[in-house]
């Protein structure tokens, strides 16, 4: 079965420091990852995803397969960063997703 | 169109009362999926739509939980005889079928006392 594991609940860096989110899946198969974001008092919403490689909001993602690791990471973190972050991976024909238990990022002034 | 929308917002009801929560995709995503988020966690996938055939259903937690799509476009989740242990956030998100991306609802929140 799959998982999806983010280690670190909590996470606190300052403004303009780099970051990392720390995502580790299992996953028998061929892997989509994603990375969601959720902002206070908003809804879940997509922030990228390994397949399209690009960066969102200064934020990339690189999957490495053989560390089974999708890694988000931001080279200077701004104050607007500070959210809640899940890891998810898609799977089976219903390509639903399951999630990490989040990361909950605050940037500090 | 503005998204994903679900009513209601939150409910409170009483251990024993039936729920019923509607989602509302957006208007040409023909995938619908429910998922429950308890405190703490990550969401956690129930079922799922293609147009109105529910192809997955052996995540819902239990006989209690059922769900339907009528015609293809809104949803319904209902739980019978909630427990507190029900309490919770409810999701819906929708996609289109060519694509793994979902969009989220902004949830039903459940508190059963």
């Known amino acids: 079965a799959q998982r999806v594991t983010q280690p670190e609940k909590l996470l606190s860096v300052f403004k303009g420091a780099p970051v990392e989110l720390k995502c580790n899946y299992s996953?028998?198969?061929?892997?989509?990852l994603f990375w969601y974001v959720q902002y206070s008092r908003q809804r879940l919403q997509l922030l990228l995803r390994?397949?399209s490689r690009e960066s969102i909001k200064g934020f990339t993602a690189d999957l490495n397969k053989g560390e089974t690791s999708f890694h988000l990471k931001k080279p200077f973190a701004q104050e607007e960063d500070s959210a809640m972050y899940y890891c998810a991976l898609s799977s089976g024909s219903a390509r639903q997703l399951t999630f990490g238990s989040g990361t909950q990022l605050t940037v500090l002034p | 169109d503005t998204g994903v929308s679900q009513n209601p917002r939150h409910k409170i009801t009483k251990r024993g009362q039936n729920v019923t929560f509607r989602c509302d995709p957006i208007?040409?995503?023909?995938?619908l999926y429910w998922y429950r988020q308890t405190l703490g966690q990550g969401p956690e996938f129930l079922t799922y739509f293609q147009n109105e055939a529910q192809l997955e259903k052996s995540r819902l937690l239990s006989d209690r939980f059922s769900a339907e799509r009528p015609k293809g476009s809104f949803s319904t989740l209902e739980i019978q005889r909630t427990e507190q242990g029900d309490s919770a956030m409810y999701l819906c998100a929708s996609s289109l079928a060519v694509t793994t991306e979902q969009y989220f609802g902004p949830g039903t929140r459940l508190t059963v006392t």
């Open positions: 996953y028998s198969g061929s892997p989509e």
């Open positions: 390994h397949i």
């Open positions: 208007s040409e995503h023909n995938r």
